[in-house]
């Protein structure tokens, strides 16, 4: 009977764990709507104090788009490499003390790293170009940790910060047909 009872409850157990993971792989559209709507609604319109610090930087379109299916793969890769650079950006512990929501935000962009993983493991094809796609976003997104360190994480460094993963985030939504 006690073995009876334990095999039910791995069975059951099995089955909750199966139905709480992702049936497909891949970024989920509301939840990268979600990490936007949380970014701009942490502060106001960029500070006018701020303006002499919002240098711009090079944003790398072309490692998001795709003219072709086949191309999806390196571009939805690109994506979810955006957001553990995100995640890393916002690791640092000297973030504006005003803004709203940040836990929230810091918790969507951490779920959809973990949820969507298996992206990385998608085979590529022979038009794969992941790698010099990746290479532009680190390039960016370098500029973007640069901006922090020379300002030393000021509040205003740290709007700079926001304005660019506001717009990276809106790109990906907007010219990104491999979001679920």
Known sequence: MVLQSFTWVTIILC???????????GLQRRLVEKSHSLLESMSGLFPVECLE?????????????TSEAAESAGAEKVAYETLKLIDTLFANDSMPTSWNNLEDFQEIIYRQIEESECIMSKTQSPKDDFPTRNAALKTYFDKIA???????????AWEVVRKEILYTLKFILQSSNYLI
Do not use: G
């Not at 610090?53 to 788009?65: E, G, K, V, W």
């Not at 640069?146 to 205003?156: A, F, G, M, P």
């Open 15 to 25: 089955f909750v764990h199966v139905s709480t993971v992702p049936i497909t792989c």
């Open 53 to 65: 610090h919002n240098l711009p930087i090079a944003f790398p379109s072309s490692a998001f788009m």
């Open 146 to 156: 640069t901006i922090l360190k020379e300002k030393e994480s000021s509040d205003c």
